[in-house]
């Protein structure tokens, strides 16, 4: 068995996880450490070698995936219209979240469009300007909640979730690694979708995360040259020009300390029920806020490992 056989077992095995089968190209572009040098035309037909005199790597429908779960095409199937339906209300609600002063760029994250569910919600990150952090969270809750977008309560379906924030100078992910390599987050970071991303800030998290090249390196640059679904209009531009304008300075660190002070206490309060091998994983600082109250990152950890040690 050669490196690109191991290298693409060890890829699909991270996505059947979610029974998300891959096409070639996709595949390609996604491969785990030491991914292929070759063409990828040449890599194509090496692939198709490896379907046809294998029993580990089966192709159904244009997908490639793990003979053991041939089954996920389906459900690939059924998740492009979940996901279609979910960025229609994630566009809607980038609208609304330009208006929020100080707040840089808004992601889809959690790699939505391979591990949706139809009644899942929609996790986004969120990029603010540096120490106005606690300004904009207050802000975009209070105006996604008003207008019906927030998951909240058992309001959660096809709602968007606040979960993570950072600053522009907290944008370096490396910390918040649970092992290394951490798998997941570093296909969390190569796959968030920008959804208002008016200075590219995607490319300042791949910068700032250079990290991830080790084990992801094909293809990921292109992901960058997605246009955001949202851009600012003359309204929008005027109304945060206004408050970044006076709400700069010692004032502005006055406002800040203002919202801090009204949300940190109840921000740190906030408890779910744990779901089954989730830990809970809330990180609250002036550069990061991560309230992800099931991290399910570990759990993902040992069945990627488990899956492609059983199929090697």
Avoid at 39 to 57: G, I, N, P, R
Avoid at 100 to 112: G, I, Q
Avoid at 139 to 167: M, N, P
Avoid at 201 to 213: D, P
Wanted: net charge positive.
């Amino acid at each position: 068995m050669n490196k690109n056989t191991h290298t693409i077992i060890k890829t699909l095995a991270f996505f059947d996880i979610f029974s998300h089968p891959l096409t070639a190209e996709e595949l390609y572009k996604c491969m785990w450490k030491g991914g292929p040098n070759i063409k990828y035309q040449d890599w194509c037909k090496d692939l198709d070698t490896l379907v046809a005199h294998s029993k580990k790597v089966k192709k159904k429908d244009g997908c490639y995936m793990l003979v053991q779960n041939t089954k996920g095409v389906d459900k690939r199937h059924d998740r492009v219209w979940w996901v279609k339906r979910k960025m229609a209300v994630a566009k809607k609600a980038a609208k609304v979240l330009r208006f929020v002063p100080f707040l840089r760029a808004v992601f889809v994250c959690n790699m939505l469009d391979k591990t949706a569910n139809d009644d899942s919600d929609i996790d986004v990150c969120v990029v603010v300007k540096n120490n106005r952090l606690w300004i904009v969270r207050l802000f975009a809750t209070a105006l996604l909640h008003v207008l019906r977008f927030r998951a909240h309560g058992k309001h959660t379906k096809d709602r968007i979730c606040l979960s993570f924030y950072c600053t522009e100078d907290g944008a370096n992910f490396s910390s918040m690694r649970i092992s290394s390599p951490d798998i997941y987050l570093a296909y969390w970071i190569i796959f968030l979708i920008p959804i208002y991303d008016p200075d590219n800030h995607y490319a300042k998290i791949l910068q700032k995360n250079q990290w991830v090249q080790e084990y992801i390196g094909v293809g990921k640059q292109e992901r960058a040259a997605l246009l955001p679904l949202a851009k600012d209009n003359h309204l929008s531009n005027c109304i945060t020009v206004f408050f970044e304008t006076a709400w700069r300075g010692t004032y502005g660190e006055q406002i800040e300390m203002l919202a801090k002070k009204i949300q940190e206490k109840k921000v740190a309060q906030i408890s779910y029920p744990l779901e089954e091998g989730a830990k809970r994983d809330v990180q609250i600082s002036d550069d990061l806020l991560k309230l992800h109250q099931n991290d399910r990152r570990q759990l993902f950890q040992e069945q990627w490992k488990r899956i492609y040690t059983s199929v090697l």
